[in-house]
Each structure stands twice: as C-alpha cells, then as structure tokens.
C-alpha cells in the first residue's frame, strides 16, 4: 500500500504518542522507518506487531512510502536487513 504524505506524518505522530520504539533508516528524498508497534496501533483495519515504511524512489524530485503491516518476524527480518545493507553501502 503506497502513503501520501500526510499518511505517513500521521502514522510517525501517532507512534511518537504512544512513544513506541521506531528504527529509522536514512533515504535520499525520505527516510524508512520500522516501527515496534506491539499492537499499539491501528492502521489500515490492522494491529500488527510491525509497522515498516519503505522509501520507493518515482523520480529524482519525488518518492513516497510503501506501508507494510506484519506480524512475521521472518518479515520483519528481510526487511530490517535489507535496509540496514543498503544504509551501509550509502
């Protein structure tokens, strides 16, 4: 599921609130966030354990974020170490 802006500012107050833990990933245009959510939040109809928005590049002026909601800690895993390799080759 692809965020508006204001989709994704919503998202980070509403977890800086409930002062849940967030891992932030450095992008280009925006940054990739996984949050803790541990059924905190509802978003989307869903609680899940894991709220991970992705940075999707569209063009050199624009990118926006890819929401994913999972209870998988396999999921969650591929995605934080996909991240944290591609923070690193930055």
Known sequence: MRLTADESRKILELASEKQLDMEVFEGTLNDSYIIYNNKALQVDGQTPNYIIMLDKYINVW?????????????KFDEVYQELSRLEMTV
């Open 62 to 74: 624009q990118s926006e974020h890819e929401l994913i909601l999972t209870d998988s800690d396999q």
